[in-house]
């Protein structure tokens, strides 16, 4: 049982060790990034919940508080084809984030009434839950084609109250948060790969 515990415990200190390296080594570089609007417009609820909006201000303040990375503010709202062009006149950036939202998911769920085993009965309850899944796609130059995508499914909020606008818009931290150590990697990977070209 010890040798078990040992073992996990290794694996838990190196696993956070690796993620370390990799924030230490991103801190070296200086990659400059726009983050473009996740595309929501093919899903309604979505775009109610404004939730593509959502997802790329998240990503525009963590990445904003990483050390060896700049976003890029353009004074109008960036898009691929400003993009391009500035990168024709050498004043563009390293990489484009965006990405799309591809579905969204929302139900309900009815726990009936129960005796309890010590007696009386619980009251029935309803569970809400809203789901999105898409894909963030990063951008290198000349911005033609994606470069990695990081795909993201089922990312939920469960609730006890019905609002599926406000629940799709608080999966914005939880879409960021299950890709974004995936993301520094590749930045990471990726400039180490520029470097000895």
């Not at 009434?113 to 796609?137: L, P």
Request: charged share 30%.
């Amino acid at each position: 049982m010890k040798f078990l515990l040992g073992v996990i415990s290794m694996v838990i200190l190196f696993g956070g060790c690796s993620h370390n390296q990799i924030k230490n080594r991103l801190a070296k570089r200086d990659i400059s990034i726009v983050v473009i609007d996740i595309d929501h417009e093919l899903n309604q609820d979505a775009k109610n919940a404004n939730l593509g909006y959502a997802i790329a201000e998240r990503f525009k303040s963590k990445l904003a508080n990483e050390k060896g990375i700049t976003v890029v503010n353009r004074p109008k709202i960036p898009n691929f084809s400003e993009e391009k062009r500035l990168y024709q006149k050498r004043k563009g950036v390293d990489y484009i984030l965006t990405g799309v939202i591809d579905n969204t998911k929302t139900k309900s769920i009815y726990y009936p009434a129960r005796q309890r085993s010590e007696g009386g009965s619980s009251s029935g309850w309803t569970e809400y839950i809203a789901c999105v899944s898409g894909s963030i796609k990063l951008f290198k130059p000349p911005f033609i084609q994606s470069s990695k995508d990081f795909e993201f499914n089922n990312i939920c909020i469960r609730q006890n109250e019905e609002n599926y606008k406000e629940m799709l818009t608080r999966t914005a931290p939880k879409v960021v948060s299950r890709i974004f150590d995936d993301l520094e990697e590749f930045l990471v990977e990726d400039t180490d790969k520029k470097r000895k070209i």
